[in-house]
């Protein structure tokens, strides 16, 4: 079980999207859940999204701030998954 860092429930991994940073720094979205890095979930739903991008959860999670891009990757990854 992991904590959204948007809504803060409780849900299994499999039902997230988990963001990682890689040692040299970069971000990326983890679709397997093997990528080696500090890792932060959250749900596919854009609500939870607004909540982290609002509370700042993703900066907290991984203590530094967040570029934009991965916002809208991550916004991308949504619209991807609510379509199928």
Known sequence: MRKCVGCQEMKSKKE???VIRTAE??????STGRKN?????ICPAK???EKARKS???ERSFKQS???E?????EKEMDILESE
Not at 25 to 30: A, I, M, S, T
Not at 70 to 74: C, Q, S
């Open 56 to 58: 700042k959860g993703l």
């Open 66 to 68: 967040i570029p934009e």
């Open 25 to 30: 720094g970069e971000f990326l979205l983890d």
């Open 37 to 41: 890095g500090r890792g932060a979930y």
């Open 47 to 49: 609500e939870c999204l």
């Open 70 to 74: 991965v916002y809208d990757a991550l």
């Open 16 to 18: 997230m999207i988990r």
